[in-house]
């Protein structure tokens, strides 16, 4: 089984920071992709930041210049750090990530974690 777990989301007022943090989990024999969404009620799951193992990080217009995505590979780890907050992020940020497991298939799996809320509001 593996395993996504966010943490970091908050409350901040707009212009602040809060840094995401995403660790994955469990019996991972090489993660492919790990990134962040976020969703607003009655919205699509929105597509916000990621990176392809070896690959270029990509970013969404919307946040480009305020997010900085950032990976740990040896902790099996990404990070968002995002600045310069508006309330329009205001959001449920949940990570996702293109896993394969130990089993002897080594079947590619997407996961998510299970959300974390920011709020951005004076």
């Known amino acids: 089984q593996v395993q996504l777990v966010e943490s970091g989301g908050g409350l901040v007022q707009p212009g602040g920071s809060l840094r995401l943090s995403c660790a994955a989990s469990?019996?991972?024999?090489?993660?492919?992709?790990m990134g962040w969404y976020r969703q607003v009620p009655g919205k699509q799951r929105e597509f916000i930041a990621d990176?392809?193992?070896?690959?270029?990080?990509n970013y969404a217009d919307s946040v480009k210049g305020r997010f900085t995505f950032s990976r740990d590979n040896a902790k099996n780890t990404v990070y968002l750090q995002m600045n310069s907050l508006k309330p329009e992020d205001t959001a449920v940020y949940y990570c996702?990530?293109?896993?394969?497991?130990?089993?002897?298939?080594?079947?590619?799996?997407?996961?998510w974690g299970q959300g974390t809320q920011v709020t951005v509001s004076s």
């Open positions: 990176k392809i193992s070896g690959g270029s990080t």
């Open positions: 469990g019996s991972i024999f090489k993660i492919y992709t």
């Open positions: 996702n990530a293109y896993i394969s497991d130990t089993s002897a298939a080594q079947t590619i799996r997407n996961y």
